[in-house]
C-alpha cells in the first residue's frame, strides 16, 4: 500500500524559511511527477512546484525564486524548501505522486505565515 508522509510545516513569521519533507512508502511505479499544492481554502488545491521523472522543474509563479523542489530517490523522500515566505503562502500543504494513472495524495502539513 502507498503511503505519502508529510512533515516540517510549522508557525513562522513573513520572511522566515520551512522545509517540508515527504516521505514515500509502497511501491510505486511508472511515478510521472512528484510534486507540492497548497489548499488555504476548502476543497481548493493549488499547484506549487512539481518535478518530473526526466528531472525537470516547474513551479507556480508566485513562489518560483524562494521555494526549491528536491528529491532523495535513496531515502524515498521529496522536500519543498521554502524561504522568504510571505503570509499568502499560508495553507495545508499536500504531498502529490502521480502517475499518469493514479494520484496518490498525503494527509498534509500546515504551513501558517504571520506578518
Known amino acids: 500500500q502507498v503511503q505519502l508522509v508529510e512533515s516540517g510545516g510549522g508557525s513562522v513569521q513573513a520572511g522566515r524559511s520551512l522545509r517540508l519533507s515527504c516521505v514515500v512508502s509502497?511501491?510505486?511505479?511508472?511515478?510521472?511527477?512528484m510534486g507540492w499544492y497548497r489548499e488555504a481554502t476548502e476543497n481548493e488545491r493549488l499547484f506549487v512546484a512539481e518535478?518530473?521523472?526526466?528531472?525537470?522543474?516547474d513551479y507556480a509563479d508566485s513562489v518560483r525564486g524562494r521555494f526549491t523542489i528536491s528529491r532523495d530517490i535513496a531515502k524515498n523522500t521529496l522536500y519543498l524548501q521554502m524561504n522568504s515566505l510571505k503570509p499568502d503562502d499560508t495553507g495545508t500543504y499536500y504531498c502529490?505522486?502521480?502517475?499518469?494513472?493514479?494520484?496518490?495524495w498525503g494527509q498534509g502539513t500546515q504551513v501558517t505565515v504571520s506578518s
Open positions: 502529490n505522486v502521480e502517475t499518469g494513472t493514479q494520484d496518490y
Open positions: 509502497g511501491i510505486v511505479e511508472n511515478v510521472n511527477s
Open positions: 518535478i518530473f521523472s526526466s528531472g525537470r522543474f
